[in-house]
């Protein structure tokens, strides 16, 4: 059966890093994408980050220029380098992938959710 697993939350002071991995467990097909989203107390979940299977990349405004996404295709593994971590930063993070099985069918999976906390 296939899960995500997520790791690399933790606290972390203002201007700090941390760095998010993403693993897809089970037999699959391929990826059609993956990306990470984060739900802050009170606020709807938003997009953070995307990885599609060719490679290309999207960011929301917000952390332009202090998260980059990689992958391991190897090990079907995608990560979140979050640098210059703001208060704003702090919430839960959601890995998600957008997968196929071999019957050419997507399914859409969520990670358990990992808590960043970043003090002032």
């Known amino acids: 059966q296939v899960h995500l697993v997520e790791s690399g939350g933790g606290l972390v002071q203002a201007g700090g890093s941390l760095r998010l991995s993403c693993a897809v467990s089970g037999s699959i097909f391929s990826i059609n994408s993956m990306g990470w989203y984060r739900q802050a107390p009170g606020k709807q979940r938003e997009s953070v980050a995307v990885?599609?299977?060719?490679?290309?990349?999207g960011y929301a405004v917000s952390v332009k220029g202090r998260f980059t996404i990689s992958r391991d295709n190897a090990k079907n593994t995608v990560f979140l380098q979050m640098n210059s971590l703001k208060s704003e930063d702090t919430a839960v993070y959601y890995c998600?992938?957008?997968?196929?099985?071999?019957?050419?069918?997507?399914?859409?999976?969520w990670g358990q959710g990992t808590q960043v906390t970043v003090s002032s």
């Open positions: 990885i599609t299977g060719g490679g290309s990349t």
């Open positions: 998600n992938a957008d997968l196929i099985f071999s019957d050419y069918k997507h399914q859409v999976y």
